[in-house]
């Protein structure tokens, strides 16, 4: 019991010394400051895109560019799949995973998810001038082949198209992340599809960059994440 | 001789019950409010996790004890004829077994933990607009949650002793682990801060041992309450003074020449059969019995339902060394 005592009492000891608080169980803040930040991608366009040549783009590299200007420190990007990153970013073989992660990926039993940054919701949107009754049973709809929201419009009744891509100009109402919106031209309708809280992924335990981390990007605003990932989309 | 008696407690220890009884629904609405609170702060740190899932399990010895309450005092019939004394020693052995249950889970939780070598995270929590370390959070929880269970643990302990009520008891041991592992969960988190990721499920583990040595102790004495082990006082450190005293007394008494007495707890109470062996030419047999009834009952408030019955000898035949 007397330890325990102790390790309260040194614990509290370090915080009045004044040290960064909370710390990392290891050393990841010390490590990236000054130094390499190493990220692991995994693609999920506007928010990560990995080119052919292995150059990554989207909305969240540019978030982790941002970051690691604001530590001093290099990048190095690791593409990959998650099921790929997660293991290593358990082992700290990795500081940071990032690629559209949602809050309520299966992941919380190896990594550490950062508190949820941003929240991005998917609708039904229209071209201007077309009107649509706020229920959608019967009504066709254009949808992103392969995604969940195939599942959602066909649970509300709609009548699915399934697009390979979704451009806009279906002359037709058809599902889109909120951030196409201006973009395209379209208007949303009343309801969302989903919302998706967003996350990055960081190791376990390693809390004073989780906090980092964290603080970074509590910083964003909505219209910022929206601007980048507009751009996102944007790009060729 | 009146059978299927009534029990009621004395007046001064009718107040204590009727005080026992209130505490008992303050720690359950304690209880409820604990686990919305964590609920809420949980996040997805597994440091905290014990002590949500102990605070839960902390409703049973309380309900155990209301529920015995609602059966203990019902009248014997025909159906039960001993009366519903037994539903306390059942409550306490639920009481008991929650306790054993939840310091093993605690202990193989921490083990698993420090085993996995699993790191709590613990980041950022924004509150009221204001931003910070999720772990001060968890710890004003913890420390909130510590007070009220040091305040009924230490009450219900009192009345149990001057009640005799194990069940309470019980209970009274769960609010001490309530408290310790709470403590244990506030120098965990100020550990994760330090960077010491170890110190969760190493505090965890040694304050799951105690509460696990305690439901182990408990058990065994509501294991034994129910073989009608002797009577035993109610931390179940060691037997209970009155029977020896109610023997004494009897053999005191100017007519009888020899007695014998065997005595089982049923909740509250003491039950059992007094063996009597009147001195030669005693007269008016039946009025002394009736006397010696009264005098049992009068002797503590604890003695009820005693069968006495009159006998020309006391033979016991022990022919080895159990006790």
Request: charged share 25%.
């Amino acid at each position: 019991m007397r330890w325990l005592v102790a390790a309260g009492a040194a614990a509290l000891l370090s915080f009045a010394g004044g040290c960064t608080w909370p710390q990392d169980a290891g050393t990841t803040l010390d490590d990236v400051r000054g130094g390499v930040l190493r990220v692991g991608v995994s693609e999920d366009p506007p928010w990560t895109h990995v080119a052919d040549d292995g150059t990554p783009t989207g909305a969240e590299v540019r978030l982790a560019q941002r970051l690691a200007q604001r530590l001093g420190a290099r990048i190095q990007w690791c593409p990959g799949s998650e099921s790929a990153l997660m293991p290593a970013l358990k082992d700290r073989v990795l500081d940071l995973v990032v690629g559209g992660l949602d809050a309520a990926a299966p992941w919380t039993a190896e990594v550490s998810l950062t508190r949820p940054y941003v929240t991005m919701r998917t609708v039904v949107a229209v071209p201007p001038g077309t009107t649509v009754p706020d229920d959608l049973s019967g009504v066709r709809v254009g949808v992103r082949a392969g995604t969940a929201e195939v599942a959602a419009l066909a649970r509300e009744g709609a009548q699915v198209v399934a697009l390979p891509e979704v451009t806009g100009r279906e002359r037709m109402p058809v599902v889109v992340g909120e951030w196409r919106l201006q973009e395209l031209g379209l208007t949303p309708l009343a309801h969302d599809l989903s919302r998706h809280d967003h996350v990055w992924a960081v190791p376990p335990g390693e809390n004073a960059w989780q906090v980092e981390v964290e603080r970074f990007l509590l910083e964003l605003s909505h219209p910022e994440v929206t601007r980048l990932l507009a751009e996102a989309e944007a790009a060729p | 001789m009146r059978v299927y008696g009534r029990f009621e407690l004395p007046p001064d220890k009718a107040v204590l019950h009727r005080k026992a009884v209130r505490l008992e629904w303050w720690t359950i609405a304690f209880f409820a409010a604990g686990v919305a609170l964590l609920a809420v702060t949980l996040g997805q740190s597994q440091a905290m996790k014990a002590a949500w899932i102990e605070d839960m399990l902390g409703v049973v010895p309380p309900a155990a004890f209301l529920v015995a309450d609602r059966y203990r005092n019902r009248r014997p019939n025909d159906r039960y004829p001993y009366g519903y004394h037994r539903s306390v020693s059942i409550a306490f052995l639920a009481g008991s077994v929650t306790v054993l249950g939840l310091g093993g889970y605690v202990v193989t939780d921490s083990l698993l933990r420090l085993i996995t070598r699993e790191r709590p995270p613990i980041g950022l929590v924004e509150v009221f607009g204001y931003r910070f370390w999720l772990g001060w959070l968890m710890i004003a929880v913890m420390l909130a949650t510590m007070v009220p269970a040091i305040l009924l643990g230490r009450a219900k302990v009192r009345l149990a002793r001057q009640l005799h009520d194990k069940v309470l008891f019980a209970d009274a041991e769960m609010n001490r682990a309530d408290w310790l592992t709470a403590g244990a969960a506030v120098l965990g988190v100020l550990g994760i801060g330090a960077g010491l990721w170890w110190t969760d499920a190493v505090a965890a583990l040694v304050i799951g041992g105690d509460i696990m040595r305690d439901g182990i102790r408990t058990t065994r004495s509501a294991v034994a309450d129910l073989m009608d082990e002797r009577p035993s006082v109610v931390d179940g450190s060691g037997p209970h003074r009155l029977p020896d005293e109610l023997l004494a007394a009897v053999r005191d008494q100017e007519w009888v020449a020899d007695a014998w007495l065997r005595l089982r707890e049923e909740g509250h109470v003491f039950i059992g059969e007094l063996l009597v062996v009147p001195r030669p030419d005693t007269d008016r047999l039946l009025d002394r019995l009736a006397t010696l009834e009264k005098f049992a009952r009068d002797f503590n408030w604890k003695v009820h339902d005693l069968v006495i019955a009159p006998v020309d000898r006391i033979e016991v035949d022990r022919d080895d060394d159990a006790r």
